[in-house]
């Protein structure tokens, strides 16, 4: 069945960077964009940036812009989302997407479908 | 970017009640409107696409309708599973903003 696996729980201190990971299976992996959004404790969902699969192209979030970089490795199916200069406020759940799409006359609809189980990443000193 | 508002913020409901759950886009933005549902400790999952597409495997308890700039999302009938958090999320595009969130809690 189609599936991402993300990378386990991370601790980081102010300042660091995180990289997480998500790996696909189930599908071609190059078929589809992913997308990254995240969970702060209490808080909605906020999306953050996708990146194409299939050539690498990304776009990002203005609210991450400069922080926040999305790269994949086709060869191992796998998609990572890398989190510098953290703060406290960056403790949240993170999530990758899978994004199926499809087109009539109205134009392109696109959903996330599945989603990864997530990664705690905790920012504390 | 595109706004996305949902009411109400929270709603406490019985198993076997009619709920619905609005979104406001701040735009119009057709029918490029997803939902969501979502529990503590778990991944989201979708429920409708496109405003009114039932994602494969979802029961038919759930519906969506909407275009524009306003959406509703209905469950006809509350099961006990179907206590949990919803989101809608614009795809007209990016960034693919999410409503705030509906928290739906027992009565």
Request: hydrophobic letters at 30%; a neutral charge.
């Amino acid at each position: 069945q189609v599936q991402l696996v993300q990378s386990g729980a991370e601790v980081k201190k102010p300042g660091a960077s995180v990289k997480v990971s998500c790996k696909a299976s189930g599908y071609t992996f190059t078929d589809f964009d992913v997308n990254w959004v995240r969970q702060a404790p209490g808080q909605g969902l906020e999306w953050m940036g996708w990146m194409s699969a299939l050539s690498g192209n990304t776009d990002y979030a203005q609210k991450f812009q400069g922080r926040v970089t999305l790269t994949r490795d086709t060869s191992i199916s796998t998609a990572y989302m890398e989190l510098s200069s953290l703060r406290s406020e960056d403790t949240a759940v993170y999530y990758c997407a899978r994004k199926p799409y499809y087109y009539d006359d109205s134009g392109y609809y696109s959903w996330f479908d599945p989603w990864g189980q997530g990664t705690l990443v905790t920012v504390s000193s | 970017d595109i706004q996305m508002t949902q009411s109400p913020s929270s709603l406490s409901a019985s198993v076997g009640d009619r709920v619905t759950i609005t979104c406001r886009a701040s735009q119009n933005i057709d029918r490029f409107l997803n939902w969501y549902q979502h529990k503590p400790g778990k991944a989201p999952d979708v429920l409708i696409y496109a405003a009114s597409t039932l994602e494969p495997g979802v029961p038919s308890r759930f519906s969506g309708s909407g275009s524009g700039t306003l959406f509703t999302l209905t469950i006809s009938s509350l099961q006990p599973e179907d206590f949990a958090t919803y989101y809608c999320q614009q795809s007209h595009g990016a960034p693919y903003t999410f409503g705030q969130g509906t928290k739906l809690e027992i009565k």
